[in-house]
């Protein structure tokens, strides 16, 4: 009788362990990203996944299942997050600057995937980084009349600056392909510290010319801004050419 007891007190409390277990999350897996490669994420585990991007470009997220998706910085900072509910698969993209990032990747109540993918972007200038952006009059990279600029608008970088000199007074023309999208993207002109600045209204995806008018010669930074909002964020890559 003693032994039955024992018994039945070992298969409750196994019984009670295994139906408590699917409610409790497990302690969080770190490891190096591998692009490329599928993560099976069982209910209620957590993966800490980090990588180290040399360039600025996009990154794609292939997910599926309930899941809870963060992206954060190497200060932890975050870039962005997603949640996917009712068993959804969805590709997620983010423009990002080169810099160390760690996906922060949960389940919920089902097993969940992922697969991260990364293509650099094609940049003409220079890398920006979290360390290094031109987003800023002193970091501003200087361009030459009529020469083919590349560059992308990113989460984490929303405006680029650009320096030119004009050696008269007159028009600046600026012929912008943007990939960026709906009206998502601006071009502005002014002078130190933003005196006399003048910006374009938001321009469509696509090819448009915008002309800046009667300025005087000297220093001159070009802006090429996202259009942002509390609800939208516009990223992606552009090019462009300034003739003055």
Known sequence: MKNQKKFLVVLFAFI???????FVASAAVSERLELN??????????YELSTNLENSGRMTLEM????????RDAKLVEVSNITLKDNESKTWTLDVVAGTYTIF??????MCTLKVKFS????????????EKNNLEEFANKISSGKNIKGQLAHNDDVDLYKMTLKKNGTVKVTIDSKIAKKGIKVGVF???GKKAKYSKALKKGKSTVSFKNLKKGTWY???QAQNTAN?????????SASF
């Not at 009670?16 to 699917?22: D, E, I, K």
């Not at 490669?37 to 957590?46: A, F, M, N, Q, R």
């Not at 990747?105 to 089902?110: E, G, I, L, Q």
């Open 191 to 193: 002078q130190k510290g």
């Open 37 to 46: 490669h599928t993560y099976y994420v069982y209910s209620w585990e957590e």
């Open 16 to 22: 009670f362990t295994v139906m408590l277990r699917p």
């Open 64 to 71: 599926s299942g309930n899941c809870t998706c963060y992206l």
């Open 105 to 110: 990747f949960s389940a919920h109540d089902t």
């Open 232 to 240: 939208d964020t516009y990223t992606g890559q552009y090019s462009f």
């Open 120 to 131: 650099k972007a094609d940049e003409t200038t220079m890398v920006e980084s979290l360390e």
């Open 222 to 224: 070009l802006a090429i």
